[in-house]
């Protein structure tokens, strides 16, 4: 017996009649979350939006959320980032304006978290690759559908292409399943355009795993939570005790715990050396810490001193796994008066 749903499922119409349903659900949906993220962006009286910052996090990175301490505060990285890859109209970071005579200087620690996966999984060659500026997505999408182009073609040539790569590479690193990485990924549907099935992602997930040595680095980072009472380590000593009874959860969350903490070391200190050593009122001054990135104002006069400072700071080396690395840091740059969406990546 064919159900209705079934039946429905076979007519060549359907994904007519289901983006004509579900379109205007989703676009008022998008209406609602995008009223409510600008008036959270309200400024207060002195023409500013502020955000508590605290460590209320796993790896340790810096939560935002708003606070009684500050007139017009809010949660400063939840900026609806796929609703505006949808509608460019939603882009919230718009609205958040440098001070007259001041331009925006947003240091970020750019790929850095597959770079240090492959580090702490001790992938040599890869972590050379990244370092020499390689795209470790597009080197992907190259393995993963057979490409012929070089890989800085990639990302042009074969936007889908690079996007599922990047996606599912994210998703499968830290011992994801195919089921749970197809689920995910498919969930982003109205912000990529695309799906895929447990079946290519499975695929994929062989070729990835012949790439890189992550299944010998799970069983590694397993060995260690068994010897150390459930207690995972960075390269900087900072601790985490992971007490999920299910072991699988437990050593997902210790793989993530490892680069994740490990950027947001690197992100903590350079927030109190920017805020220390750089910061000068009328002419530096540090503004916000969204995630990998640090959002600082200064006058155009001051502008190679914040670059080089931050440079110096976010990019210096530290051992892990007893080499020594230099985490690539990237710039954007907005216009003097500029918005902070409106930043755009800087050469030296």
């Not at 340790?60 to 505060?73: D, F, K, P, Q």
């Not at 985490?240 to 072991?247: A, G, N, T």
């Not at 903590?268 to 640090?294: F, P, S, T």
Request: aromatic fraction near 8%.
């Amino acid at each position: 017996m064919t159900t209705v749903r079934e039946y429905v499922a076979t007519l060549p119409e359907r994904r007519a009649v289901t983006e004509a349903v579900l379109q205007p659900i989703q676009r008022g949906k998008r209406d609602r979350t995008i009223v409510s993220a600008f008036k959270r962006l309200a400024p207060g009286s002195d023409g500013r939006i502020h955000t508590g910052l605290s460590i209320a996090t796993t790896s340790g990175r810096l939560a935002s959320s708003g606070t009684i301490v500050e007139e017009a505060s809010t949660n400063l990285q939840n900026q609806v980032k796929k609703i505006a890859a949808i509608d460019p109209l939603y882009n919230t970071r718009d609205v958040m304006l440098a001070d007259e005579g001041f331009q925006l200087v947003c240091p970020d620690f750019a790929g850095a978290e597959m770079l240090l996966a492959f580090a702490y999984s001790e992938d040599w060659e890869w972590v050379d690759r990244l370092l020499a500026g390689e795209n470790v997505h597009a080197l992907h999408a190259k393995e993963f559908f057979n490409l012929s182009c070089h890989w800085s073609e990639v990302k042009k040539k074969h936007p889908e292409v690079y996007t599922t790569s990047k996606n599912l590479g994210f998703l499968s690193v830290y011992q994801g399943s195919a089921r749970t990485a197809t689920v995910t990924f498919n969930k982003d549907f109205p912000v990529h355009g695309l799906r895929t099935t447990e079946k290519e992602v499975k695929r994929v997930q062989e070729i990835l795993y012949q790439l890189h040595p992550l299944p010998a680095w799970w069983m590694s980072v397993d060995h260690y939570l068994r010897r150390n009472d459930g207690i995972i380590r960075n390269c900087f000593g900072g601790q985490r005790p992971l007490r999920d009874p299910d072991e699988h959860n437990r050593l997902k969350d210790a793989l993530s715990f490892l680069p994740q903490s490990t950027v947001a070391w690197k992100m903590n200190k350079a927030i109190i050396a920017v805020h220390d050593k750089l910061d000068r009122e009328g002419e530096i001054e540090l503004l916000h810490q969204n995630h990998d990135e640090l959002d600082i104002q200064c006058l155009p006069e001051c502008l190679d001193e914040t670059l080089k400072f931050t440079q110096n700071i976010m990019g210096k080396p530290f051992k892990i796994q007893g080499n020594v690395i230099q985490m690539p840091v990237e710039f954007k740059v907005s216009e003097v008066g500029g918005s902070w969406g409106s930043a755009r990546e800087y050469t030296r």
